[in-house]
């Protein structure tokens, strides 16, 4: 009993101290203008190791502590296509030291499944930039454009390889068939990896994959290019003859983001904090190897500019997959 | 041919790179040991340390840390029935028999002589044979791979130990568990009652921690009081019968590791299943397997270690991850601003080249170190159970906290903990259950791919010709031991009704 109490104590005691050098430790940070973690910072990565979300998380975690000094662990917490990785971020509400490397999913999983957050739910720091995708073939397909490829699908069944049911690739190919009134047998597959095996087995006609995906097998012909589902033609070298869906009389173009958030209900100058971190981040070398290496455009948005982006392709999203 | 190897080897042997292969191999080991810890983690964590080295010596580093795992995660599977990765859940059967009738040494000394058996003959294909095995490894689309799935759930006769219908009872009980998540090529969620944390499935690796370890634990404990293996140092080595033994079922292993390993489907893990399916049909010893025979540590320690050999084949030579290890690499290739591809082999000669003439050097220091190191390791069980089981218990709770990073995983462990428990006490096989876990999802997967692509119809696997023999294949495999075991069923009992006939005249 007597140690049970004095146990209480000892933890209250500690509780208080605590929170009294977490006080102090605001107080002097404010004092010269604003916020700065106190720590260690995590950055939740929702996908698992090696794929293109670790790579983005990795790369933002590594520029941004350049430009903070503070150290920045990454933490994949991978599941449910996401979904296990944001609801874990959900519950860490208010806490400015956690970022998370966000992308599509953010707004695909309330689009379809019954999970807990919408992107409202997050203080929207930075956006990246975006990664389009390409619509590809087997070098020998007869197909040479887009419009082909729809054209054989108003008449034929055409199957195209996906990779779940809220990938970027479903959406593309979702938005292509209401632009055009041709209809696409889907089968299902996991990772990019499998897209692109099933594509140069001749198992699909088509799939739809992010250019850094697929630039090796382009460049040595084992995969053609039939446009890309982007507005504006891309500037690389080795992606610049490649006409856009529009050009050939589609009017499509969906892009995934990728981005940087902090959990919600955050002080303002907690977010402040982040915003101008991470545009040190985008003046860095760091950041423009990052876009080149992943072939990506560099449509960079800050916090509210951010949040404003996301209003708008949550609700193209939704028209093209929501439940 | 011989240019590219001159090449490589220029690459490899600089000081620099050895101490980094030497490293990695190191590394490897370590991680594979902790169970939980796998090659794929082990590889995502590590890679940032490597950033400031130059891309052909962190490559070499990476995969030496990937092939270093295999040689590791067998050991702890071996010497405390607890599988460091998904790869050597096979091995707690024969592995641990051996180790528990105090031939622990030579059942590490087997696994590191087949492992090193299959790692240089499967690189040695490889080498000579990528671009044409990986053009041809593309022929395999969803209906060849549900029927080699299938085949695999074939091999469950052979974990059903005495009684087949607890056998097929378990491995349907694996498949339902695996069923738990999101369904395969849809949004739906099934069995997760509403928990976020079900919705990527129950976590294997932690089911698998759970039942081996935890069970074993616990199954020890009831049982009480038995001494600790006291095998004297004499006793730990190999002898030559084993190796003689081991030697066929290494070959046989290799062979099916590196078949299995090429296809962009399958994996490490199938191929040790399959591997030990095979010997329980054609060993000359396939009575003994199951009780600790050398053959069972051979072949399933070779068949995982050609398959992570053989994985690279699809990785370098299309640019296509064979395997979850390779994946990791594959987006290492990228930060390093090389772009994986067909175009590598011609690309970046000296970093291809240099990097597979590693794996001699990595997979020599490997059985340089694990060799003389198997008496070592097997001392372990001399360790008294009151401190063995805390210990083994605090690193399975450790592993499973490493996997997801949250509290639910140990849970999963927990409760995987008392069913082994139960499993073991009432006498169901734990490996049929294991391999409905594993190939649930893939099964699912390939069985919603092959409808969609045959447009709902499963037709389509008797239409091509490769598609056509793997699903005959898989048929006959399926129905055979039944057939077998019915005719063996008739026979004795005609034989019985003879013998009745015999005695009342």
């Known amino acids: 009993m007597h140690s049970k109490k004095l146990l209480t104590t000892v933890a209250v005691a500690g509780a208080l101290s605590l929170a009294l050098s977490a006080c102090g430790q605001g107080s002097s940070g404010s004092s010269d203008g604003g916020y700065e973690p106190p720590g260690n910072v995590t950055m939740i990565v929702p996908f698992a190791a090696g794929g293109g979300s670790d790579i983005a998380g990795r790369a933002t975690a590594s520029g941004l502590e350049e430009a903070t000094g503070k150290s920045i662990t990454v933490q994949n917490i991978d599941g449910g296509s996401g979904a296990v990785g944001y609801s874990e971020f959900l519950g860490r509400s208010g806490d400015p030291s956690y970022l998370l490397a966000t992308e599509t999913a953010m707004l695909a999983l309330p689009a379809t499944q019954d999970v807990e957050f919408t992107y409202e739910s997050f203080t929207p720091i930075m956006k990246l930039g975006d990664d389009y995708t390409l619509i590809v073939t087997k070098a020998d397909s007869p197909l040479n454009t887009c419009s082909d490829l729809t054209d054989k699908a108003q008449n034929e069944r055409t199957v195209v390889a996906i990779s779940g049911a809220t990938g970027l690739d479903n959406i593309t190919f979702t938005l292509m068939e209401k632009a055009t009134g041709a209809t696409f047998d889907r089968v299902p597959f996991e990772s990019g990896a499998e897209v692109i095996t099933a594509v140069l087995g001749g198992q699909v006609e088509a799939i739809s994959v992010n250019p850094g995906e697929v630039a090796g097998q382009l460049e040595s012909g084992d995969l053609k290019p039939l446009c890309a589902a982007s507005d504006e033609r891309y500037e690389y070298d080795a992606l610049k003859d490649i006409p856009t869906a529009k050009e050939q009389g589609i009017d499509v173009a969906f892009a995934q983001f990728r981005g940087v958030i902090a959990p919600g209900n955050i002080p303002d100058e907690a977010k402040q904090y982040w915003i101008d971190q991470s545009k040190k981040f985008a003046e860095s070398d760091a950041y423009k190897k990052y876009i080149e290496d992943n072939m990506m455009q560099p449509n960079v948005a800050y916090g509210d500019d951010f949040s404003a982006y996301l209003a708008e392709n949550d609700k193209e999203l939704r028209q093209a997959i929501g439940k | ?505």
């Open chain 2, 1 to 505: 041919m011989i240019d590219n190897l001159m090449l490589g080897l220029e690459t490899a042997v600089s000081p620099e790179n050895l101490l980094w292969c030497f490293v990695g191999v190191l590394l490897g080991t370590v991680i594979g040991l902790l169970p939980g810890l796998g090659s794929t983690t082990g590889v995502a964590i590590l890679l940032p340390v490597t950033l400031t080295f130059d891309p052909v010596t962190a490559l070499i580093m990476l995969a030496g840390i990937y092939y270093g795992s295999q040689y590791g995660s067998s050991i702890s599977s071996i010497l405390i029935s607890t599988p460091g990765d998904s790869s050597s859940v096979v091995l707690t059967i024969d592995g641990y028999q051996m180790a528990r009738k105090g031939r622990a040494g030579a059942a590490l000394a087997i696994s590191a002589l087949a492992s090193f058996f299959a790692a240089i003959v499967s690189l040695i294909g490889l080498i000579a044979l990528a671009q044409p095995i990986a053009r041809f490894a593309l022929n395999f689309g969803p209906a060849e791979n549900l029927a080699i799935i299938l085949l695999g759930m074939a091999t469950i006769v052979s974990f059903a130990g005495e009684n087949i219908l607890r056998g097929i009872t378990m491995a349907a009980a694996g498949l339902l568990v695996s069923m738990v998540g999101v369904a395969s090529g849809f949004s739906t969620a099934r069995f997760t009652f509403g928990s976020v944390n079900l919705l990527s499935g129950l976590d294997f690796v932690a089911v698998m921690i759970g039942i081996f370890a935890v069970g074993e634990v616990l199954h020890q404990i009831r049982r009480g009081g038995e001494k600790p293996i006291r095998a004297g140092f004499r006793d730990l080595l190999v002898t030559k019968e084993e190796l003689r033994r081991a030697f066929p079922s290494t070959v046989r292993g290799t062979g099916l590791g590196f078949t299995v390993g090429v296809l962009p489907g399958a994996g490490a893990t199938l191929a040790t299943f399959l591997a030990y399916g095979v010997e329980k049909q054609v060993s000359r010893f396939r009575q003994f397997i199951g009780k600790g025979a050398p053959e069972a540590v051979a072949a399933p320690e070779a068949a995982n270690n050609a398959a992570a050999n053989a994985s690279f084949i699809p990785t370098l030579a299309l640019g296509i991850p064979g395997s979850g290890t390779t994946a990791v690499l594959l987006g290492a290739f990228i930060i390093f601003g090389l772009q994986p591809g067909p175009l590598l082999f011609q690309q970046e000669p000296d970093l291809v080249w240099g990097l597979l003439v590693s794996f001699f050097f990595g997979n020599l220091i490997l059985l340089v170190l694990n060799l003389p190191m198997a008496p070592v390791f097997a001392q372990i069980l001399r360790i008294p159970y009151v401190y063995l089981y805390p210990i083994v218990l605090m690193m399975s709770f450790i592993g499973a906290f490493a996997l997801g990073n949250n509290m639910f995983t140990l849970w999963i462990v927990f409760f995987s903990g008392l069913l082994g428990y139960f499993m073991k006490r009432f006498d169901f096989p734990a490996a049929p259950f294991v391999l409905g876990l594993v190939l649930g999802p893939l099964l699912e997967k390939y069985l919603v791919q092959t409808s969609a692509l045959g447009n709902g119809s499963l037709l389509i696997m008797f239409q091509q010709p490769l598609s056509l023999i793997l699903t005959l294949a898989a048929l006959v495999a399926l129905a055979y031991p039944l057939i077998a075991a019915v005719i063996r069923n008739l026979r004795t009992r005609r034989a019985d009704a003879k013998q009745r006939e015999t005695v009342t005249h």
